[in-house]
């Protein structure tokens, strides 16, 4: 017992030395990027090596992604369960196509376009009803301020945008409304959202630069 | 007769027996015969088995040594303890019991009440005229009496109740034999001189009170059985190695509490509940009267002590026995606080006439400890004082002294019975109820406070009244009700349902209808947003052959919106002759690019082209790590992204000629329907591009994430989804007129928008009217 | 008899077509309600996406920068795959939960270096471009005649940049009723919610007419399927 704690807390430490160390490689490379003579640093080409590593590191999960989902649906299989029908047909394409894309990985984009393609264009065209069917209930559900400002503005913008059949597009309003709405009111409110983002990203990553926090799971 | 001390225990045996009938020790002639012999008083009574004949191996080593030390040494018994013997032996059977007050102490052992103090006198008036002859002849007598009280007490322990009988004198072997050699002494009623030194300091001091205290009436009665074994009951008043029991001096403190509330209470056998007295001992077997005295109250006692588990009132204190056993003087003594206030012991303390009738008699049992009996109610000690005079002759039980709490929880009509039948003549308020019912001299209520009653007795059983029960079985229901399935309403789902279909058959009847009809419905648009134009100058401006890099990163969703904006912009550019590299971040993103590159449905303008790949474009492929990989991509793009999607060395063919950095290339244009992606590309690539410019074609729905970039400077040019395309289009003529996708969907795109806002604008309204309706219905409801 | 050249080509447009078209009605067939077409065609449409996806991220990443390498790149090129090796197998034990503690190592490394990446984007990419912009937004040297224009649109910007970041801000006092922030952080939260409702209300428009545009090109594809045919 006390060797698995051992073994788990050297783990953890040991974890939280490599995200720290690389992290801190990476970042220094920003500010350390050339010599004087203009050659590249060495700071440049560790943090080179490290972003390539990463790069294989990043394949090698997308690979355990879908093996995982293998497995979920192969169980799901063995135990009979619910639907398990289905399943049998995800594992049935993903091994053809995945066979097929090992043998003839030339032709492989055919299965792409023959398949994905439509499917994942034909669920989008479905939002069309679905968004349409909530923007009506909406006011019915949740009658505020904001809500109906959502609502004008979506209406507005809309048909900023799209031109009225045999009438084109209508005076002022695309060409004031619509661009005055979409790049100086929404464009404010986005800018305030992308400054936010940034700072939640430097805070959460200056965070984990400093082992305050691990999500990958190191001892606290 | 003479008799014959018992060598071991000092008691006196007939002359006729050889072996002492107490301890069974072997009887010697006692050459001193002297009934002054008398027993040594330290030895308290303790039980000593009767059936073996060799008695002195059972005893105690300490009362076997006590034994022999008396009978080496009776030449040292004092002279008061002789004549103390006399005296017993000349007292007669017609004592009076009351005069025999024992009380036992927590140990067990009796302590003379106030009629020990006749016994301590005569051991005074003893040892001032000693005259061992002259112990009267009585004494012996008294001396079998007191020794049979003795046996009594064993006898009562197991039959108790049984007051008549008498135990044998044989059945006394339990008592140490004291003094030893000195069997006759008792009778003989003479104080031995060769106990002297056995006697303990207190003793000795109770020797020298008892010279100071009074001869109490009642000693007459107690005196012969009270003089006949001071020996063996001395140590009743208080437990060995107590420091009364060596001092003598003072009576502890617990004991004078004790019987000062007790008083008259004091074990006293029930005389009332026995009837008469037993007879003294004369008329038994032997046995003194004050033993039989004592017997019989521990026998009503017992009795009383059933009764008063009712807290009732203890029935007064048993009359003074007349014609009862006489009790020895110090038995008679031990009587309650009024004796003992003083501090003295009760041994010697006492010189008042015998107290008053106890109901005690769980002091003379052995069974029920005397501690308990005194535990009465204290306001029956003030009474105590006042029935010290008559208890004597009234013969009346006294009241068993109960404490206040205990009195408290007794039946409100009991007290107030026995509050009526106190012998008091008070004029005093006596409480009828509450806790202090039955308490005289009470304060009454004041006014405001109303009258206190009797407590109410709550049923066990819950009480529940109406409405609790109703709140309790609409609960029940409201609870029942969660767990059984709602039925769903089918009107609400098929209305929605229909609304569903109706919304969908509309929007594809205003996308079918202008596509199959193809009647131009809606004009061109005229619009030109000032970044589209941007973006088509920058292409525009762009030199022949100029390598140009493009990021293929949106959906296989959104590829009919991206094609229909992207393929314009592509043509333009193609018209330019660059050299394209592909790469995208997405895994699908190869394989939109190569459709776009290629495939005539997805886009004839560009597929018109006729790119190949290697040649005119190089497809790198997918880069993963996302925002890495794209940074390892703008730092080192040759590194980051070696071979083409076929596998190919892509560094060496001509698309990638001269470039080693992503600023050697002269245009970037990210295609993307991913806001994250696109500011991924802006973020990593942005500032290492320097001045080759940034374009974007993205999708309708990313237009506000993008454009702060566009206005800040990072992004030089933007082409915004159908409309876009459709305006850079109209822009950018081509020489042969055709047109792209986005033209094909104009129609559809404005009817299905038009249908669109009606029916967004119409719902809402009736949805806003619906609602605003409800909430007003149920805000009347719930006024 | 002779076929056409392009006759198997057109064979397999057919067939792709087809199915494509199949496909397509599988899915729109949602319209009337779930059914098992729908079923079938969404399990078929994970299962391939999961095997072009595997296979693209074979051939193009494991296969291109590890396995090449590792067996025929230079002794410094295997040298620096083994640990990209090593920490990818560590990677895979975290499939398993009781191997899974291993795998700390290889996703801390990940989660470091992306980590360093966003900071440095976010900063030099967003944080500062941004700020700046957000300062020049009132300046007016380039401005013209419609300096006037200009200035109003800078400052309802700058106002809806700081209002909307305030919004943001949920620090708070702890008073007598509970933790409150202070009046005048409330009313400014409140602007910048109305600027955020907008924004969303401009995605929201946008995402309707990204849909529109699907649904135009997939019935388009219908209807240029059937005409072919």
Known sequence: MNRTRFLSTLIGIFSTAIAIASGALVLAGYFFAEQADGQASLLTNIRLTLLQWAIILAGFAIFIGIFSLFLVHFKKIQKKEKGSVYSILLIISLLATFLFGLVKPGQVGKVFTTVQLPVEASLMALLTVTLTYASIRLLRRRLDLFSVIFLLTAVLILLGTAPLPFLGNVPGLSTWARPFISHVLAGAGARGILLGMALGTLTTGLRILFGADRPYGGNK | ?783 | MNLPANFSANIVDLITGGISFLLTLMVLSYLIGDNPAFRVAIYIFIGVGAGYVAAVVWHQVLDARLIKPLFSGSLADRLLTVVPLVMGLLLLLKLSPRTSRLGTPAMAFLVGVGAAVAVGGAVMGTLFPQTQASMNALELSAAGNYWLERLSEGVIMLAGTVTTLIYFHFGAKATATGPQRSKLVRVLSRVGQIFIAITFGALFAGVFVAAMTALIERWNFIITFLSTL
């Open chain 2, 1 to 783: 007769m003479a008799g014959v001390l018992c060598p071991k225990c000092g008691k006196s045996n007939p002359a006729e027996l050889e072996n002492c009938k107490y301890c069974n020790a072997i009887l010697t002639p006692n050459p001193a015969s002297t009934p002054e012999a008398v027993p040594d008083q330290r030895l308290p009574l303790e039980p000593i088995p009767s059936s073996s004949s060799d008695s002195s191996g059972e005893l105690p080593d300490w009362l076997s040594g006590l034994g022999k030390a008396a009978s080496d040494d009776e030449e040292e018994i004092p002279d008061w303890l002789t004549s103390l013997r006399g005296e017993e032996a000349s007292t007669s059977a017609s004592e009076s019991a009351a005069t025999l007050e024992p009380t036992l102490n927590f140990t067990g052992s009796l302590s003379a009440g106030p009629g020990g103090k006749d016994w301590m006198a005569r051991l005074a008036n003893k040892a001032q005229t000693e005259t061992p002859e002259n112990a009267p002849e009585g004494g012996l007598q008294g001396e079998g009496e007191s020794l049979d009280w003795l046996e009594s007490l064993k006898s009562d322990s197991a039959t108790p109740g049984q007051a008549d009988q008498l135990s044998s004198p044989e059945d006394n072997e339990w008592i140490p034999a004291w003094p030893p050699g000195s069997p006759a002494g008792l009778k003989e009623n003479k104080p031995d001189s060769s106990e002297e030194e056995y006697l303990p300091d207190w003793l000795s001091n109770l020797k020298e009170k008892a010279t100071e205290s009074e001869t109490a009436p009642g000693e007459k009665d107690g005196t012969s059985a009270g003089s006949e074994k001071p020996g063996q009951v001395s140590n009743f008043g208080s437990s060995p190695g107590t420091p009364e029991a060596a001092t003598g001096e003072s009576t502890p403190e617990w004991l004078s509490n004790l019987e000062a509330k007790t008083g008259p209470e004091l074990a006293m056998p029930a005389r009332g509940s026995n009837g008469e007295i037993p007879a003294s001992g004369a008329a038994r077997n032997g046995t003194p009267s004050w033993l039989s005295q004592f017997q019989a109250d521990a026998n009503a006692a017992a009795e009383q002590n059933a009764k008063e588990e009712r807290f009732e009132a203890a029935p007064p204190a048993p009359a003074k026995e007349n014609g009862n056993g006489p009790l020895p003087d110090w038995l008679a003594g031990i009587k309650g606080s009024s004796t003992t206030s003083d501090g003295n012991p009760a041994l010697i303390a006492n010189k008042e006439g015998p107290a008053p009738q106890e109901k005690d008699d769980e002091a003379f049992s052995l069974e029920i400890p005397d501690w308990i009996s005194k535990l009465k109610p204290e306001q029956e000690g003030e009474k105590i004082p006042e029935a010290d005079a008559e208890p004597a002759t009234t013969g009346n039980l006294a009241v068993s002294e109960l404490p206040s709490w205990i009195q408290a929880m007794r039946p409100v009509e009991s007290v107030v019975a026995e509050a009526k039948a106190t012998l008091h003549d008070k004029p005093q308020v006596t409480e009828q109820n509450g806790p202090l019912a039955g308490l005289s001299g009470v304060l009454p209520v004041g006014p405001g406070l109303g009258a206190l009653s009797k407590p109410p007795a709550y049923a066990s059983t819950l009480q529940i009244s109406d409405g609790q029960q109703r709140y309790a079985a609409s609960f029940d229901r409201l609870i029942a009700s969660e767990t059984e399935p709602q039925e769903v309403k089918r009107t609400s789902l098929v209305s929605n349902r229909l609304l569903r279909w109706l919304i969908a058959s509309l929007l594809i009847l205003a996308v079918v209808l202008p596509l199959i009809t193809k009647i131009p419905i809606t004009p061109a648009s005229t619009l030109q947003m000032p970044e589209m134009v941007k973006a088509f100058n920058l292409i525009d401006s762009l030199p022949a052959n100029a390598a140009v890099l493009m990021v293929f990163d949106y959906d296989p969703a959104l590829s009919g919106e991206m094609e229909a904006a992207a393929a314009p912009l592509m043509d333009h550019l193609l018209f330019k002759g660059p050299r394209l590299t592909l790469i995208s971040t997405s895994p699908t993103g190869p394989a939109l690019a190569e459709r776009i590159m290629h495939e005539p449905n997805a886009s004839p303008l560009v597929a018109g082209h006729n790119y190949q790949t290697g040649q005119q474009y190089v497809n790198l492929g997918y880069l993963a790590g996302g925002s890495s990989g794209v940074q390892f991509f703008a730092i080192s793009p040759e590194e980051a992204a070696p071979f083409t999607m076929d596998g190919q060395p892509a560094w060496q063919l001509p698309p990638l000629q001269g470039i080693q950095e992503l600023k050697d290339f002269g245009a970037i244009i990210v295609l993307t329907d991913n806001a994250d992606s696109g500011r991924v590309w802006i973020e990593q690539a942005g500032p290492i591009i320097d001045n080759t410019p940034m374009l974007m074609v993205i999708s309708a729905q990313v237009e506000p994430m993008i454009l702060p970039y566009y206005n800040s400077g990072q992004i030089k040019g933007l082409v915004t989804g159908l409309v876009g395309g459709l305006a850079y289009g109209q822009v950018f003529l081509r020489p042969d007129g055709q047109t792209g996708l986005a033209q094909r969907y104009w129609n559809s795109f404005s009817a299905v928008a038009l249908v669109a806002e009606i029916l967004i604008v119409v719902g809402a309204l009736w949805s806003f009217a619906t609602g605003w309706r409800t909430r007003r219905s149920k805000a009347g409801e719930g006024v």
